[in-house]
């Protein structure tokens, strides 16, 4: 699965993060998450401006492209005339 940014829909506190600049994934454990790292969406401030904004625009945008750009090969064993 592809983390994309959260964009902000106006510069402010930082959706992805909630504005604490700390990115949190995964199961949480007594409170504490498993996993947490800096948000990328907002670079660890908690605020996005508009040219964060524009950044996480422009990263979403090529990542989809990039998945979309697969080159998505089919295994001919898989297929049904050959079964």
Sequence with gaps: MYNLAIVNAKP????????????????????????????????GTGQQTNRQRARN?????????????CDFVRDPGEDAADR
């Design 57 to 69: 625009s422009a990263y979403n945008r090529h990542t989809v492209a990039q998945i979309a750009a």
């Design 12 to 43: 402010g506190r930082c959706e992805k993060c909630s504005g604490r600049g700390v990115y949190s994934w995964g199961a949480v454990v007594n409170g504490k998450p498993s996993k947490s790292g800096t948000c990328y969406s907002c670079r």
